[in-house]
């Protein structure tokens, strides 16, 4: 069978492999690693020096799923997503009552060997549960109702909840992001669409008194007037952007900036790894990383507009939504321009269950340029 002059048949199955998308990844994991060696390398590092070997780890177990999730068909997914998506619900709600805290979020659930975060692994079963009812919606139509909304809203709801008492605001907040991508995507009547923001717009005076904790209150504080209180909660912040500043066009030099190297900067190999790269390589090396970004995007929407399958198209937006609203919030909060909320750099950060969770999602993608020469 010849389809655009290509013969399906002679197709060895690693040819059907998109390099373009490995190549990426692999291009922000190296320079993830480069900046999490210079982040725990420091003169006054101790503990966290580990960390840096820690992450070979995750990115060696997240390629193995990465290669596994690319040669199993996206399709068999599809017939366990809703057992996915109720026993993560299930860990959300264990999590709850019984998970570990760490500096002052519940949000773990401690397996000796690794600590799992149930909000991360929450994000792609959200992805593949909406994909999964949203197949059958009619583009052309004149969008999704109140009533055909009413369902994938609800799926959308719990998670966020769930995910808000932790309290985990900012992982919260992207699973709203990543959903309402999806949704709109899928399209929505403009008049629902009018009600939701004018609902959202009523709902914010209601959500600042009584859905925020104090310390979620002096972010959004702290973020309007960081220097307000530099030594306390505007600290963060602060040291951030002198580090994405001083950095300037050319950089520092790699292991030679002062705010990472000397400690001011905080949670520097997660939360804030952009702000070492801004200092050590300089606006250049912003400017790469985030064209990198780009690069991965358009590779991703052109795997989604040539997926054999309304389904797969689906996952591919909804893992680039989930890069996409990452990748934005943290970089706008590193730079200043949006509140401390903790979301981390996807392919760069340090941590387990975010890269694992990264890794799976851009294995359905690969999964889904797989198999688009196949029919």
């Excluded at 492999?17 to 190549?23: F, H, Q, T, Y």
């Excluded at 995910?163 to 899928?186: E, N, R, S, W, Y």
């Excluded at 399958?309 to 200043?336: Q, S």
Aim: charged share 15%; hydrophobic share 50%; with cysteine.
């Amino acid at each position: 069978m010849s389809i655009g002059g290509i013969n399906v048949t002679e197709r060895n199955f690693l040819s059907r492999i998109d390099l373009r998308l490995i190549g990426l990844i692999f291009t922000l994991n190296v320079i993830g690693l480069i900046n999490l060696f210079s982040a725990t390398h420091g003169p006054h590092s101790t503990e966290v020096e580990t960390l840096f070997i820690q992450q070979i780890v995750w990115l060696t177990a997240g390629w193995t799923i990465f290669f596994v999730m690319t040669f199993l068909d996206y399709i068999w997914i599809n017939r366990v997503i809703w057992l996915m998506y109720i026993v993560n619900v299930g860990a959300l709600i264990y999590v709850d009552f019984f998970g570990k805290a760490v500096l002052g979020g519940q949000r773990w659930i401690d397996l000796k060997f690794f600590r799992y975060q149930p909000s991360e692994t929450m994000k792609m079963c959200l992805i593949l549960v909406l994909s999964k009812i949203l197949i059958n919606r009619n583009p052309e139509g004149p969008g999704m109702g109140f009533r055909e909304l009413l369902f994938p809203f609800m799926l959308l709801f719990i998670p966020f909840v769930l995910t808000v008492k932790q309290p985990d605001l900012g992982t919260a907040m992207t699973l709203m992001l990543i959903g309402g991508t999806l949704l709109f995507f899928v399209k929505i009547r403009k008049s629902i669409l009018v009600a939701i923001i004018g609902l959202g717009l009523i709902a914010m005076p209601l959500m600042w008194k009584y859905g925020l904790r104090d310390y979620q209150r002096h972010r959004v504080y702290t973020f309007l007037s960081p220097d307000s209180d530099p030594q306390g909660k505007g600290y963060n912040s602060i040291q951030s952007r002198i580090a994405v500043g001083s950095g300037q066009f050319f950089g520092k030099g790699f292991r030679q900036g002062t705010q990472s190297q000397l400690e001011f900067l905080p949670e520097r190999h997660t939360d804030f790894i952009y702000s070492v790269l801004s200092e050590e390589w300089g606006f250049v090396g912003s400017i790469a990383v985030l064209t990198t970004f780009i690069f991965l995007f358009l590779v991703c929407f052109e795997i989604a507009s040539r997926a054999r399958d309304k389904f797969g198209a689906l996952v591919v937006v909804g893992v680039t939504a989930y890069l996409f609203w990452h990748m934005f919030v943290n970089i706008g909060m590193v730079i200043g321009l949006l509140p401390i909320v903790g979301v981390p750099l996807p392919l760069l950060s340090y941590g387990g269950s975010g890269m694992l969770t990264t890794m799976l999602g851009m294995g359905l993608i690969s999964s889904v340029a797989y198999r688009r020469y196949l029919f």
